[in-house]
Structures are given as C-alpha cells and as structure tokens.
C-alpha cells in the first residue's frame, strides 16, 4: 500500500513555473513507476508524464513535452513535477499516481494508488 499527497500547486501567471511534489509513504516507493495526471472542469483526466522506479525512463504527453519535466528522490520518495512556460490551458488538478508494474503507461486505469490532487491555476 502506498499513501500519496502533492503539493506545490497554485496560482501563477502565463509564462511562469511551478514545481509540484508528490510525497509517498511506504519503503517500496522505488519498485513504482510514477505518473502526474490532470483533470480539468468537465474534461477527462489526462496523462501528464511518468517516470520508471529507476527514474531511468520518462515519457510526456505531447502537449508539454518541453515544457514540464518528471523526477524522482527514491531516497526521499518524492516525485516531483517541474512545470515552466505554464498555459491558462495548464489549468487543471494535479494528480501523482502509482503503479507496480515497472511499466510505464499513459492509461490511468493502469495506476493502483492515487493522491488527493492539488490546483494549478494560470492566468492569462
């Protein structure tokens, strides 16, 4: 069982950074891959990116690909989300996600354990 809560999420103008975080509980953080996923109002929950237990592997949605770059701490198991040239169409909840598959997958369905979420909000 793995416990997840992010942080970091807030109100920031276009162009500008934020950094999310996503601590997780639990000694066998680093046999997870790890995703961030977001849900606008009225939309479906999207894949953001993920990154293997190694941290090895990261893949992007193309919509931020080159933008937002995925990391990981094992040590500290903490995943973290550096999001940079936000778009008031970045504007979601942000989720972090769990899976012990040691695959990656842009499938939410595919992830076992999730966070409560938190806001990203960027202004135009």
């Known amino acids: 069982q793995v416990q997840l809560v992010e942080s970091g999420g807030g109100l920031v103008q276009a162009g500008g950074s934020l950094r999310l975080s996503c601590a997780a509980s639990g000694r066998t953080f680093n046999r997870y891959t790890m995703g961030w996923f977001r849900q606008a109002p009225g939309k479906e929950r999207e894949f953001v990116a993920a990154?293997?237990?190694?941290?090895?592997?990261?893949y992007y949605a193309d919509s931020v690909k080159g933008r937002f770059t995925i990391s990981r701490d094992n040590a500290k198991y903490t995943v973290y989300l550096q999001m940079n040239s936000l778009k008031p169409e970045d504007t979601a909840v942000y989720y972090c996600?769990?899976?012990?598959?040691?695959?990656?997958?842009?499938?939410?369905?595919?992830?076992?354990?999730w966070g409560q979420g938190t806001q990203v909000t960027v202004s135009s």
């Open positions: 996600a769990a899976n012990n598959n040691y695959l990656i997958y842009t499938d939410y369905v595919r992830y076992d354990y």
């Open positions: 990154i293997s237990w190694s941290g090895g592997s990261t």
